[in-house]
């Protein structure tokens, strides 16, 4: 349960940095597009 506590509260720290700056945002995209490239080229 503490576990669980611990990475809810990490990810509404997470979401305030995220609502703070816009460079999160971006940072998700770019680490979004890169997973996408290396599944694809995995894949196919």
Same mark, same amino acid.
């Given at each position: 349960?503490?576990?669980?506590?611990?990475?809810?509260?990490?990810?509404?720290?997470?979401?305030?940095?995220?609502?703070?700056?816009?460079?999160?945002?971006?940072? +998700? /995209? =770019?680490?979004? !597009?890169?997973?996408?490239? +290396? /599944? =694809?080229?995995? !894949?196919?």
């Amino acid at each position: 349960m503490a576990r669980l506590t611990m990475g809810n509260t990490f990810m509404d720290q997470m979401r305030q940095d995220l609502k703070k700056s816009s460079w999160g945002i971006t940072i +998700i /995209l =770019v680490v979004l !597009l890169i997973a996408l490239t +290396i /599944l =694809v080229n995995i !894949l196919f």
